[in-house]
């Protein structure tokens, strides 16, 4: 079974610009996360959903940051506009229910110049 | 608060030495899930392990063994016979009820354990 997959791996660009990261979960999965990984904070929890709801959006750290998810196979986030303070890794992340594993997709490398 | 406490930033041994890694969670929720996920150098989260509450078992896979133990609110992860594919950063991680009563986790520093040949 394919895994979570997010697209794209890596993504350089100028600060102001808009970012859009993608996110297809694992078929079957109703439960989608979003995180970023820093050196300074670590992995940190920015969103999640529950049968494409968003649940609790407390960890987005600002207005310029967006997720949706339209329908069950697909979730953007998105920056707009996008600071040098936003590069980190962003994972997503899918499970079948609240108390099972979530699997990890293999990350999009963000660089804000 | 969901809290993890990773407190060994770095650890390095020699192949074939065991090595133990240490977590330490706080919670009120008398129903929890605790877990370790490996993050390996090409940078991927793969889970390991699952546990929840009101399993105090000790469990062992492979090289790989674990020590829940809820008297001293910790999920310690020990690895036998170390190899140089096990360097990775390893993350314990909580999950307890968020808003809405589902359960985020909440993720520990990660100890970076380095196994050197």
């Known amino acids: 079974d394919a895994g979570v997959i997010q697209s794209p791996r890596h993504e350089v660009t100028e600060m102001g610009q808009e970012v859009t990261l993608r996110c297809k979960p694992i078929?079957?999965?109703?439960?989608l996360f979003w995180y970023r990984q820093t050196m300074m904070r670590g992995l940190e929890l920015l969103i999640y959903f529950n049968n494409n709801v968003p649940i609790d959006d407390s960890g987005m750290p600002e207005d310029r940051f967006s997720a949706k998810m339209p329908n069950a196979s697909f979730s953007t986030l998105k920056i707009q506009p996008s600071e040098p303070r936003d590069s980190a890794v962003y994972f997503c992340?899918?499970?079948?229910?609240?108390?099972?594993?979530?699997?990890f997709g293999d990350g999009t490398r963000l660089s804000i110049l | 608060a969901q809290k993890v406490t990773q407190a060994q930033t770095e650890i390095s041994v020699v192949e074939k030495e065991d090595v133990t890694l240490d977590c330490v969670y706080e919670t009120r929720d008398t129903t929890y899930y605790l877990f370790w996920y490996k993050q390996p150098p090409s940078g991927e989260l793969v889970f390991l392990i699952r546990r929840n509450s009101f399993d105090e078992q000790n469990e062992i896979s492979g090289r790989y063994s674990w020590n829940f133990q809820k008297s001293t609110s910790s999920f310690n992860f020990t690895i036998t016979a170390s190899q140089v594919v096990d360097s990775a950063v390893y993350f314990c991680?909580?999950?307890?009820?968020?808003?809405?009563?589902?359960?985020?986790?909440?993720f520990g520093k990660g100890t970076r354990l380095s196994v050197i040949a």
């Open positions: 992340a899918s499970s079948s229910d609240r108390n099972q594993p979530q699997h």
């Open positions: 991680a909580l999950s307890g009820r968020g808003k809405g009563g589902n359960t985020p986790l909440v």
């Open positions: 078929s079957g999965h109703d439960y």
